[in-house]
């Protein structure tokens, strides 16, 4: 299993990313996966989920609204699309596989090295 996170880097308050998951190693269209992140000096935080289809997602209730998660099966590629960023967004972000009959804000069985996401003026 290989989950490789791209698109992380600095922007200012109000500004947009998105990060990309490149997943291998597995089948990919058959897995429910999560963004997580951890913050500078804190616990890591559940984002955003979304399962095997693509059709149903979930959020964290801090980016209800701002971040949209989405995933093309055809690429075995994962995204995050984040809006409307904000300062306490500044965290380290991994995409994480979920196993079945798990709490998917909590357990992962494999995820990646992450990328740095820096929001500042």
């Known amino acids: 299993v290989q989950l490789v996170e791209s698109g992380g880097g600095m922007v200012q308050p109000g500004g947009s990313l998105t990060l990309s998951c490149v997943a291998s190693?597995?089948?990919?269209?058959?897995?429910?996966m999560s963004w997580f992140r951890q913050p500078p000096g804190k616990w890591p935080e559940w984002v955003a989920h979304?399962?095997?289809?693509?059709?149903?997602?979930d959020y964290a209730d801090g980016v209800r609204g701002r971040f949209t998660i989405s995933r093309d099966n055809a690429k075995n590629t994962l995204y995050l699309q984040m809006n409307a960023l904000k300062e306490e967004d500044t965290a380290r972000y991994y995409c994480?596989?979920?196993?079945?009959?798990?709490?998917?804000?909590?357990?992962?069985?494999?995820w990646g090295q992450g990328t740095n996401v820096t929001v500042s003026s």
């Open positions: 979304i399962k095997s289809a693509g059709r149903d997602t």
């Open positions: 190693g597995f089948a990919f269209n058959t897995y429910a």
């Open positions: 994480a596989r979920v196993p079945s009959d798990v709490d998917y804000r909590l357990q992962y069985d494999d």
